[in-house]
């Protein structure tokens, strides 16, 4: 009895560990098939992200090269802009470096002239001839395209009333924008007159003279610059369209810093974006192959969980009726030795069994007590030792082999003995 009960409650641990390994299998299945289900979402949550970062890219890189292209279009324009500017400036260059002998001259004759001569030929009463001409140019000059009323000598002497600052609007005079009429006027009323030379009026007054040459080649050089003017006008507006241009140029350079700047970091965050749905691809492909691996097998052992479930079942049943098959089993081996087969299998079905269930003590029914004694496996064991195959010489086997002391065997054939 304990021997039996030993063995069903191993074979029930056994059975039971198995299904609950199984059962812990099943539940990692479905831990697997939630798990590979969050991590597909986050695949295509990732795939998403990278699809939207790469038509960033895109999009950036198509505005990127718009902007180039007309960067490009923008660089021939200020390349040939450039060109006409420096071609302005040389030939304004050109044209100046010819008058520059012009207000050399005029630079000279005011050197000529010092305080002192001026205060001299300003206390004059009366001017020596052709003086009163030369200091009528000199005001013309400095009236700012007004021709003065009064270009006496007393109208002079009022110019010259402080010597100082008459001296510096010579020094500072404006060549370059010198009044058209002024110019006019001085050609047509004072330098067509003979008198009107630095040579004869230096026999004169130094200042004079000085003061006769300042005034002609302020008058020539104006004329000078007027040929130069338009260009340097076309050249200024050259250059400020070169300027405008520079502008935009560098306006679009900037933006397509921030574009280029914005381009590697979308590109960045694409490359981190595909390594991370890469990753998690992995990750999806290594979870599906372990559930895939995993659901195999517990569809591979479905067969054994039901297998098992009865056969625990089944333990169930034996230890039930383990006490009444023990009792006929015990009985058998007591009593049964000494009769022929018909008497045992009386014995046995109509007097121990019926007994049994009269007193409500279960058994196993439909099963032989050689069945309770010895496996399938043994008899046959015993039958390729020689033992007969019949189920008397079975019985008495089983009876020595579960005897706690030896048996009397009658044995006239040596069967037994030989087995």
Not at 187 to 194: D, G, R
Not at 271 to 298: F, H, P, S, W, Y
Request: hydrophobic share 40%.
């Amino acid at each position: 009895y304990r021997e039996r009960s030993a063995h069903f409650a191993e074979m029930r641990r056994r059975l039971s560990n198995g299904l609950a390994k199984l059962h812990a299998a099943s539940r990692q299945v479905l831990d697997l098939q939630r798990k590979l289900s969050i991590e597909i979402q986050e695949v295509e949550v990732k795939s998403k992200n990278t699809d939207r970062v790469m038509s960033l890219v895109s999009a950036e890189t198509a505005a990127a090269d718009t902007e180039r292209h007309a960067a490009a279009g923008d660089e021939a324009k200020c390349a040939v802009i450039q060109s006409e500017v420096n071609r302005f400036r040389a030939e304004c260059d050109l044209e100046l470096k010819v008058a520059e002998p012009v207000i050399a001259e005029a630079e000279a004759a005011l050197q000529t002239i010092d305080k002192k001569a001026l205060t001299e030929m300003k206390a004059l009463t009366s001017p020596p001839a052709g003086l009163e001409d030369v200091t009528a140019g000199v005001m013309v000059l400095l009236s700012k395209g007004l021709i003065p009323k009064d270009l006496s000598w007393n109208g002079t002497k009022k110019m010259m009333g402080n010597v100082d600052n008459f001296l510096k609007q010579l020094i500072n005079f404006d060549k370059n924008n010198t009044p058209e009429e002024a110019c006019a006027y001085i050609e047509q009323h004072l330098m067509s007159k003979e008198s009107f030379n630095p040579e004869r009026m230096r026999s004169k007054s130094q200042a004079a003279a000085g003061m006769c040459a300042w005034v002609i080649n302020i008058v020539k050089y104006f004329r000078m610059y007027q040929d130069v003017r338009p260009k340097r006008l076309r050249m200024e507006e050259a250059d400020q369209r070169l300027q405008n241009a520079n502008d935009s140029m560098a306006a679009v350079r900037d933006r397509l810093i921030e574009l280029d700047d914005r381009i590697n970091e979308y590109t960045n965050q694409y490359q981190t974006a595909q390594k991370e749905r890469n990753d998690a691809q992995t990750q999806v492909d290594k979870t599906r192959q372990r559930a895939g691996m995993a659901g195999r097998l517990i569809e591979s052992l479905s067969a054994e969980h039901e297998r098992w479930t009865t056969q625990i079942a089944s333990i169930g049943t034996q230890e039930n009726c383990l006490r009444g098959d023990v009792l006929v089993a015990s009985a058998f081996v007591s009593y049964i030795g000494a009769f022929d087969g018909n008497t045992r299998v009386s014995l046995v079905n109509r007097h121990w069994t019926p007994d049994l269930a009269e007193r409500s003590i279960q058994f196993t029914r439909n099963k032989s007590p050689i069945q309770l004694l010895a496996h399938e496996a043994a008899v046959a064991k015993w039958n390729q030792e020689g033992l007969p195959s019949d189920e008397v010489s079975a019985g008495n086997a089983a009876i020595v082999l579960n005897s706690k002391r030896w048996p009397l065997m009658i044995d006239p054939q040596q069967q037994g003995i030989e087995w």
